[in-house]
T-cell receptor, first 113, second 114 residues
């Protein structure tokens, strides 16, 4: 069956360390993968998009990698801060050309001061 | 710009009642989406629209209907609400510019069906 897996367990990390979140998928060949941030009681907010022909994308303290062979994306937050505490969702275009994505269930990140 | 707005923010219904959720966007986006989010299930696509006057089914369309009579609005209807439709509903929109594949989400509507 097709699915997108994110670690359902919360990730607790000390302030200042690098947080690494994982998104694994099976049976897809996505053209791109996205990462969103969601705070409690709010809608998701787009962070980064990486395309199938890109290995890595950076934005300030954020870095995303995309390995289409392993079918995995890693999302890194360097020098993490308590304000980075949120749930992070990955999303893939599981059906190319249909202008829609499928979301993973998200990983809750808690940055401890 | 207000971005994507949703009305209402909260609603409690009794089983069998009907209601309409309104989504509005002021970004002139072609694509609009309705999702529901449940604990442990993530965001699941209910219906979506690729343009004014068009709609299509998503992953979990049963029990819902939608309409896109105006480009800026996307309505989600529940004709006969069921407790299984208790959820948080999010609307999103997306533009058609080159490489513009990101979705912009509204603040959500929390619906409880008793």
């Amino acid at each position: 069956s097709q699915k997108i897996e994110q670690n359902s367990e919360a990730l607790n990390i000390q302030e200042g360390k690098t947080a690494t979140l994982t998104c694994n998928y099976t049976n897809y060949s996505p053209a791109y993968l996205q990462w969103y941030r969601q705070d409690p009681g709010r809608g998701p907010v787009f962070l980064l998009l990486i395309r199938e022909n890109e290995k890595e994308k950076r934005k300030e303290r954020l870095k995303v990698t995309f390995d289409t062979t392993l079918k995995q994306s890693l999302f890194h937050i360097t020098a993490s801060q308590p304000a980075d505490s949120a749930t992070y969702l990955c999303a893939l275009d599981i059906v190319r050309g249909y202008q829609k994505v499928t979301f993973g269930t998200g990983t809750k990140l808690q940055v401890i001061p | 710009n207000a971005g994507v707005t949703q009305t209402p923010k909260f609603r409690v219904l009794k089983t069998g009642q009907s209601m309409t959720l309104l989504c509005a966007q002021d970004m002139n986006h072609e694509y609009m989406y309705w999702y529901r989010q449940d604990p442990g299930m993530g965001l699941r696509l209910i219906h979506y629209s690729v343009g004014e006057g068009t709609t299509a089914k998503g992953e979990v369309p049963d029990g819902y209907n939608v309409s896109r009579l105006k480009k800026q609005n996307f309505l989600l209807g529940l004709e006969s609400a069921a407790p299984s439709q208790t959820s948080v509903y999010f609307c999103a929109s997306k533009g058609t510019e080159t490489r513009a594949d990101t979705q912009y989400f509204g603040p959500g509507t929390r619906l409880t069906v008793l």
